[in-house]
């Protein structure tokens, strides 16, 4: 599976679009991006996954580069519940294990 | 999404006592479950690996006399610490796997704190 890199932290206004970025560049062809998220002391939340397509579903929208090497998260109007760790995840299609990395932290402010 | 429960949400135990800890998937019948471990601030670390009626699947350094995980249908693992001494609490989560649709899917529990006294 590719690593991945992602920002320690960031902070958005809430109300306001917050955009995390991956770097994947190491990602292979059947490589998915998956995006999970950790708020404090629970489990982690499955956000949403993509190939090639940008993808968009009730929680988020994900932007994928052409050439895969990097992709965005976007979630549309933050609010202060958005405040968590955001895993950015790549794994081979047939592979099941899940390799978190340290993640984003996402802080929402008022 | 799919719901998958722990139990319990938190124990505290003594030293060289050992501690159950249950994961099921109350929706699904998942192919294959995971145990995670996580200590403060810092990621989840994969620990083993189950699927239903087999040996579970231990990550490097884990060690499988310690931490016992049975999986005896498709809706229910547990991981039992067994002589736990107080490096062992942390919090500890569970997932369950399942593909629907051609699509991979992995749901998490919102898991369980050990603390070891």
């Known amino acids: 599976d590719a690593k991945t890199t992602q920002p320690t932290s960031m902070d958005c206004a809430e109300g306001r679009a917050a955009n995390l970025p991956c770097n994947h560049s190491?990602?292979?062809?059947?490589?998915?991006v998956y995006w999970y998220r950790q708020i404090h002391s629970q489990g982690p939340q499955y956000i949403i996954h993509?190939?090639?397509n940008n993808e968009t579903n009730e929680m988020a929208s994900l932007i994928i580069t052409e050439d895969r090497k990097s992709s965005t998260l976007i979630l549309p109007h933050a609010t202060l519940r958005d405040t968590a760790v955001y895993y950015c995840?790549?794994?081979?299609?047939?592979?099941?294990?899940?390799?978190f990395g340290q993640g984003t932290r996402l802080t929402i402010n008022p | 999404g799919a719901v998958v429960s722990q139990h319990p949400s938190w124990v505290i135990c003594k030293s060289g006592t050992s501690v159950k800890i249950e994961c099921r998937s109350l929706d699904f019948q998942a192919t294959t479950m995971f145990w995670y471990r996580q200590f403060p601030k810092q990621s989840l670390m994969l620990m083993a690996t189950?699927?239903?009626?087999?040996?579970?699947?231990?990550e490097q350094g884990v060690e499988k006399d310690k931490f016992l995980i049975n999986h005896a249908s498709l809706t229910l693992s547990t991981l039992t610490v067994t002589s736990a001494h107080p490096e062992d609490s942390s919090f500890y989560i569970c997932?369950?796997?399942?593909?629907?649709?051609?699509?991979?899917?992995?749901?998490f529990g919102p898991g369980t704190r050990l603390t070891v006294t």
């Open positions: 995840i790549g794994l081979i299609q047939g592979a099941q294990k899940l390799v």
């Open positions: 997932s369950a796997s399942r593909t629907s649709g051609g699509t991979y899917e992995q749901y």
């Open positions: 993509g190939l090639k």
């Open positions: 190491t990602i292979s062809g059947n490589e998915y």
């Open positions: 189950s699927n239903e009626g087999s040996k579970a699947t231990y």
